[in-house]
């Protein structure tokens, strides 16, 4: 009893703290949430939290689990079975007794039969397997592969909201600066028209452009917080929860203009769209070579071991198969089994044909996602090129346009110039202001769209 008490609560302990430490583990960390994001932040974070990069890493582990069923395939396979028969109509000679002398009819048509057995098969040789093997590490490799291309388009993608929310915050702040000047204008028009120096219309035109500048603030703000919300699914972070714009544009474009990345060679062969059409390539080929092992022979063996056992007609056909002395018979057996594929109408030819077209038409696509590449490659460069040119060209613009306006205001001060001049140096501005961020931004775009060309 005492032995028995023992073995029962070391059993308890064994079920027992297993489900401690699981239900220690599955607690919610709390951790603190981050509410401040730079651009490398922000991309950090969505290609960890992004629900298509967990996808693409979760496919990554089901193609892990696929090569390994492929594998285990050709080891050894173990089944046991068990069959139990109950024959509850049996011919009615077996109720005469058997001459002396003689064998029983009974033994073939016991009440209860029962029939324990163990089967071992092992895979000896098959050309499909060998196949198999290989193909599925390709699939992995497709996988990995497929997780690569996702986060660079998960990057662009966050970049490209990044830089809509970036746009939007800056945009906000240069028209509150904006309507800031535009109403201390209005304020000291309203003193000069009091002193009948300047006439009401000078003081509607100002205003006119201050409804303006006021109704362009308003669609920004509503703006706001759809560029945020759009750049946080993206990331994979909290909807509901406030983020923080850290960067400025005028930071990510500097760095963009002082590094070497349009100038940097970009090898084609290790850009991930040629990598993948590789991947496409290899599968084809090895298509073509399982339709050819499908023609090979392929050859198995197996080992069985077993015991057959029956009631016994003279104990009333009792189901005894629980008791010590039911009698058993144990029998083996090992063997192996050939199959050869002869003739098949010339089906397989066909098939082995349309393979090898198909593993010939992903050659040829190969080959054209290599051109168009290098295409794509030189295309992403003069467009970098490109957009660092009209971003210094815009600056400068902008310096003019706040010079004009300057004195604009200034003569427009003195009583020199009219209030629709100093509008129109004004219009001329804020265009200015918006051409120069969104040059910025395209700087910035661009630069995403050639680093994701990249291995």
């Not at 035109?205 to 703006?223: F, G, S, V, Y």
Request: contains cysteine; hydrophobic residues 40%.
């Amino acid at each position: 009893m005492k032995k028995n008490a023992i073995i029962f609560i070391c059993f308890l302990a064994y079920l027992i703290i297993p489900l401690q430490a699981n239900s220690q583990q599955q607690e919610p960390i709390k951790e603190t949430l981050k509410t401040e994001f730079s651009l490398n932040e922000a991309i950090q974070y969505a290609l960890q939290h992004n629900r298509q990069v967990k996808n693409a890493s979760l496919s990554i582990k089901a193609a892990e689990k696929q090569k390994w069923e492929t594998i285990a395939t050709g080891l050894p396979q173990i089944d046991a079975k068990l069959e139990y028969s109950n024959s509850f109509i049996r011919p009615s000679a077996l109720s005469a007794a058997p001459e002396p002398g003689s064998f029983s009819p009974a033994f073939f048509f016991p009440k209860h039969k029962a029939t324990p057995s163990v089967t071992l098969t092992q895979l000896i040789f098959d050309g499909s397997y060998i196949v198999g093997l290989q193909s599925a590490k390709v699939f992995l490799e497709i996988s990995n592969n497929a997780k690569i291309k996702t986060d660079k388009e998960i990057e662009k993608a966050v970049v490209s909201a990044y830089n809509n929310a970036l746009l939007t915050k800056e945009s906000i702040l240069i028209l509150e600066k904006n309507i800031k000047n535009l109403t201390d204008n209005i304020k000291e028009t309203k003193a000069l028209l009091t002193n009948g120096f300047v006439e009401e219309e000078d003081l509607e035109q100002l205003q006119l452009t201050l409804n303006d500048l006021n109704n362009n603030l308003e669609n920004l703000h509503n703006l706001e917080d759809i560029s945020k919300n759009f750049l946080k699914l993206l990331m994979g972070y909290d909807t509901t929860q406030n983020i923080t714009i850290a960067d400025s544009l005028n930071i990510l474009a500097d760095e963009i203009s002082l590094s070497s990345t349009k100038n940097e060679e970009i090898s084609v062969f290790k850009n991930i769209d040629y990598k993948i059409a590789e991947n496409t390539t290899e599968s084809k080929r090895l298509l073509y070579k399982l339709e050819l092992a499908r023609k090979l022979p392929s050859i198995g063996s197996y080992l069985n071991a077993g015991y057959f056992g029956q009631s016994d007609p003279s104990s009333n056909d009792e189901f005894r198969f629980f008791k010590k002395d039911q009698v058993w018979f144990g029998t083996a057996t090992f063997g192996f089994q050939l199959d050869i594929p002869i003739f098949s109408s010339f089906k397989s030819i066909a098939r082995i044909k349309r393979a090898k077209i198909d593993w010939k038409i992903s050659q040829n696509e190969l080959e054209n996602t290599k051109e168009e590449i290098k295409i794509t490659i030189e295309k992403a460069k003069t467009e970098l090129q490109l957009a660092l040119n009209t971003l210094n060209n815009k600056k400068k613009n902008l310096n003019l346009a706040e010079r004009i306006e300057r004195k604009n205001n200034t003569k427009y001060t003195e009583g020199i110039a009219s209030s629709f001049e100093l509008r129109q140096a004004q219009i001329q501005l804020y265009s200015s202001q918006q051409e120069y961020l969104q040059a910025m931004v395209n700087v910035i775009n661009k630069e995403a769209e050639l680093k994701a060309l990249k291995n």
